[in-house]
């Protein structure tokens, strides 16, 4: 399986239906206009048997972190970090869930941003769970942030630990 920047003349986005409105309507409006603007990148799982059709996708980018919001001992360590990775979205289509998609699309996403992490250092990977969602990320290692309860971070070199 393998992950391919959005490509709207290529994947048919309005078929795509994961349950969560706000999911659907960013990956068929939105995420095309975001990467022209380079605010952010989708990528998407196509179903091999018909290349339009997405499985899921997940959006990467930066975000600022507040330092003071992470354990102290992460604070010390990264005093002068401003940003960390985020995944901005992740979702798999209603059809597809429940075989193990949401764990791959999770994995891909984890490993293009430790590869991003190697060239433009970075030491967290952030997400903000959508309702329900907190588990699943949790079950991979991450952790709340002590001021906001749905977004989750993981370190960096937790992630190359875990990995590779």
């Given at each position: 399986?393998?992950?391919?920047?959005?490509?709207?003349?290529?994947?048919?986005?309005?078929?795509?239906?994961?349950?969560?409105?706000?999911?659907?309507?960013?990956?068929?409006?939105?995420?095309?206009?975001?990467?022209?603007?380079?605010?952010?990148?989708?990528?998407?799982?196509?179903?091999?048997?018909?290349?339009?059709?997405?499985?899921?996708?997940?959006?990467?980018?930066?975000?600022?972190?507040?330092?003071?919001?992470?354990?102290?001992k992460l604070q010390k360590k990264h005093q002068s970090s401003t940003s960390g990775g985020l995944i901005a979205?992740?979702?798999?289509?209603?059809?597809?869930?429940?075989?193990?998609?949401?764990?791959?699309?999770?994995?891909?996403?984890l490993r293009k941003l430790i590869a991003a992490s190697d060239i433009v250092a970075f030491p967290v990977v952030?997400?903000?769970?959508?309702?329900?969602?907190?588990?699943?990320?949790?079950?991979?290692?991450?952790?709340?942030?002590?001021?906001?309860?749905?977004?989750?971070?993981?370190?960096?070199?937790?992630?190359?630990?875990?990995?590779?």
């Amino acid at each position: 399986m393998n992950t391919l920047l959005l490509d709207k003349a290529k994947h048919d986005r309005t078929q795509f239906n994961c349950g969560i409105e706000t999911l659907n309507n960013y990956l068929k409006v939105m995420a095309s206009q975001q990467a022209k603007k380079d605010n952010t990148r989708t990528f998407v799982l196509e179903d091999k048997n018909d290349n339009s059709h997405i499985i899921g996708f997940y959006t990467l980018t930066m975000t600022p972190i507040n330092l003071k919001a992470l354990p102290d001992k992460l604070q010390k360590k990264h005093q002068s970090s401003t940003s960390g990775g985020l995944i901005a979205r992740l979702a798999v289509d209603q059809r597809y869930q429940g075989k193990g998609f949401g764990e791959w699309l999770l994995i891909d996403a984890l490993r293009k941003l430790i590869a991003a992490s190697d060239i433009v250092a970075f030491p967290v990977v952030i997400v903000d769970a959508k309702e329900g969602a907190k588990q699943f990320y949790q079950h991979y290692g991450f952790q709340s942030f002590e001021d906001t309860k749905h977004k989750l971070f993981i370190t960096v070199s937790d992630l190359r630990a875990s990995l590779y």
